[in-house]
Nanobody
Framework: QVQLVESGGGLVQPGGSLRLSCVVSGSGFSINLMGWYRQAPGKQRDMVATISTGGTTNYDDSVKGRFTISRDNAKNTVYLQMNSLQPEDTAVYFC???????????????WGKGALVTVSS
């Protein structure tokens, strides 16, 4: 059974930093695109950053220069380093991974349960 588990959320003051981690557990698959999305109260879930297997990254304009996505393919883990955090970054952050199931021969997208990030003084 595939599971995505996020960690590293919490409360931070404006200008501070946090690092989110997401581990993909299970077997019988390969991981393609991984990413982070966020959903603020009353708003839709939006893409924050994505990273391909080869390391190609894509960022939402609102986080460019402040957030960095990376991955460790050997550990099935994706990270999001968040610097210069602002109150508008407050949201639940969700990990996302596109997996290829070897047995069923198809791609499927999985989501973590989310990690709350609160930026407040």
């Amino acid at each position: 059974q595939v599971q995505l588990v996020e960690s590293g959320g919490g409360l931070v003051q404006p200008g501070g930093s946090l690092r989110l981690s997401c581990v993909v557990s299970g077997s019988g698959f390969s991981i393609n695109l991984m990413g982070w999305y966020r959903q603020a109260p009353g708003k839709q879930r939006d893409m924050v950053a994505t990273i391909s297997t080869g390391g190609t990254t894509n960022y939402d304009d609102s986080v460019k220069g402040r957030f960095t996505i990376s991955r460790d393919n050997a550990k099935n883990t994706v990270y999001l380093q968040m610097n210069s955090l602002q109150p508008e970054d407050t949201a639940v952050y969700f990990c996302n991974a596109e997996l290829f199931d070897f047995r069923l021969s198809y791609h499927r997208t999985y989501w973590g349960k989310g990690a709350l990030v609160t930026v407040s003084s």
